[in-house]
């Protein structure tokens, strides 16, 4: 199983991005897919989970992140809007294929907020 993100960068505070993650390797449809960050010295922390019909997200990105998936393409995404410069970290997306299985992290892609 492979994660493969793409989309981070550079932008000014009040801008936005959009991360994307390809999950290869599974053959079979996938129950979460999420995005998970971490800022220089802090712990890692969840962002936005998908989980079947349901997404959730963390209080501090709550009506400025967007997360979509494709589950024909087995992608995730995550739409990034009116970003501050706490945003500002490594973005790691992930899998859980099925309940109880384990878990399967993309690479990271570097998000820096500029204010």
């Known amino acids: 199983v492979q994660l493969q993100a793409s989309g981070g960068g550079l932008v000014q505070a009040g801008g936005s991005l959009r991360l994307s993650c390809a999950a290869s390797?599974?053959?079979?449809?996938?129950?979460?897919m999420g995005w998970f960050r971490q800022a220089p010295g802090k712990q890692r922390e969840l962002v936005a989970v998908?989980?079947?019909?349901?997404?959730n997200y963390a209080d501090s990105v709550k009506g400025r992140f967007t997360i979509s998936r494709d589950n024909a393409k087995k992608t995730v995404d995550l739409q990034m809007n009116s970003l501050k410069s706490e945003d500002t970290g490594v973005y790691y997306c992930y899998v859980v294929p099925r309940a109880g299985s384990r878990v399967y992290w993309g690479q990271g892609t570097q998000v820096t907020v500029s204010s």
């Open positions: 390797g599974i053959m079979f449809s996938i129950d979460v």
């Open positions: 998908s989980d079947g019909g349901s997404t």
